[in-house]
């Protein structure tokens, strides 16, 4: 099958099957190179890894290629650009977010942003490009929302020689290096493809090409590749950059790379249209807009967050869908509920971030919650709802059906009567003030 060939998948256990076409994806066809068109959208500026080739510069408008953008979005400031750009190059297609660090060592923000494009542009196709280490948690979640094609950046498939292309990765809070460390990022790297291609998705693997390092491992990568089920693959020529461990190894010339390509031909199609795109690319990979479009780019990277009566969604914690009745520090998910013609309608159950961390919990589920007005909760500390009130999400204490809630919010009743408990914790086991929440 080839990569820009319609398919149809189950994509979620509560959604029937979807039949989408490819043909639209300028990366994965080369035929709509000249007639449509991507944008990237720099929402994810920190990465998980390191790789020896790598300097992501946010502020380089004299470079084109991967992990350079001129100023980094938030979600809530990305579909205002996104509005814009579709209105002035209506060829754009997709939308892809691709740094200029990995998209799932900004998980939150990469996944808010992706759903405020679904919500706004129903037909975009949705695209990612990581490095593989952080993005299995969120599968399901691209899944759910209809992102169609991911790419993952694959350098090795051998430790031995990973270990000389990454100085580190990043997994939480603990670093590895060396051979543990390129171990560990290949295991993610093929759980990820997998489990990518048992929901549907297609995958592009990149592979930075480095002479002396990996230029003689190519074939192994094809192979392994397509013994993984991936729909194409890119052999990329690295990118020399001073200030890098690699910054003395020539690029690969033109002859090193076709024959490169033809090798990995024999396992898999081959990407040869790459223009290795800056992380806020924006038009037809022949005819790019980025520096027309660097201005607006930087005007909406100003804007304050949305208002909370612009915000489609409420969430509410809620123990069984049925009553408001969690404190927002014991909510382990937050259902996400829209208003449509008079009725409302559970769109879905988010993941709430993970307890502790302290205030950057909270920051956290800002993001989280980027597209909601309000969430409805039965207690919340003063820290928090202060953090979610600047972010442009209001807290509210309520207590009983969820529905009640809901009509308070979006036919714009007064909240008082909503409120149930007082501001103490609400797992009755620190009688803390519920301040923290930590």
């Known amino acids: 099958m080839s990569p820009t060939d319609p398919i149809e998948y189950q994509d979620n256990a509560m959604k029937a099957p979807k039949k989408l076409d490819f043909h639209r994806h300028p990366c994965f066809n080369p035929d709509a190179k000249g007639k449509y068109g991507r944008v990237h959208l720099p929402v994810a500026p920190k990465c998980n890894i390191k790789c020896n080739f790598c300097d992501r510069k946010y502020d380089c408008v004299n470079e084109s290629r991967p992990g350079v953008t001129s100023s980094i979005l938030t979600p809530d400031q990305a579909g205002t650009y996104m509005a814009r750009i579709v209105e002035k190059e209506p060829r754009i297609t997709v939308a892809g977010i691709a740094g200029p660090g990995d998209p799932f060592a900004n998980g939150e923000e990469t996944m808010a942003t992706l759903r405020t494009v679904r919500r ?26 209809d992102v169609s094609h991911v790419t993952i ?32 990022l290949l295991s993610r790297q093929l759980a990820a493809i997998e489990k990518l291609k048992r929901f549907g998705i297609t995958v592009k693997v990149n592979c930075i090409v480095i002479p002396g390092v990996n ?108 009553l408001v009745n969690q404190h927002l520090g014991e909510a382990r998910t937050f259902q996400i509920w829209g208003a449509e013609e008079g009725a409302y309608r559970l769109i879905e159950t ?25 969430v409805l909760i039965s207690g919340v500390g003063e820290t928090p709802a202060e953090i979610l009130e600047k972010s442009g999400t209001r807290a509210i204490e309520a207590a009983g059906f969820i529905e009640e809630g809901l009509a308070a919010v979006y036919e714009g009743r007064k909240v008082g009567s909503l409120k149930g408990r007082s501001r103490s914790c609400a797992s009755g086991k620190c009688g803390g003030s519920g301040n923290g929440c930590l």
């Open 120 to 145: 706004q542009f129903p037909d975009m196709l949705l695209c990612v490009s990581s490095n593989g280490m952080g993005i299995g948690p969120y599968i399901e979640g691209l899944a759910e929302i």
């Open 153 to 184: 950046t694959v350098c090795a498939v051998d430790p031995e020689i990973g270990r000389r292309i990454y100085s580190w990765v990043s997994d939480g809070n603990v670093v590895y290096r060396g051979l543990e460390g390129a171990e560990l």
């Open 215 to 322: 230029d003689h491992h190519i074939e192994a990568v094809a192979a392994k590749m397509k013994e993984m089920g991936v729909d194409l693959l890119n052999c990329m020529a690295m990118f020399p950059n001073v200030n890098t461990p690699f910054a003395q190894i020539p690029q690969p010339d033109k002859d090193m790379m076709e024959s490169l390509r033809a090798t990995g031909e024999k396992y898999l199609p081959q990407m040869r249209h790459c223009t290795r795109c800056r992380a806020d690319a924006v038009g037809l990979l022949g005819e790019d807009r980025t520096d027309e479009f660097r201005g607006c780019l930087t005007a909406c990277a100003s804007l304050p967050p949305i208002p909370a009566r612009q915000r489609p969604y409420v969430a509410v914690a809620t123990q069984e869908g049925v």
């Open 350 to 374: 988010r993941k709430a971030p993970s307890a502790g961390g302290g205030i950057r919990r909270w920051h956290q589920l800002a993001r989280i919650l980027g597209d909601c007005r309000a």
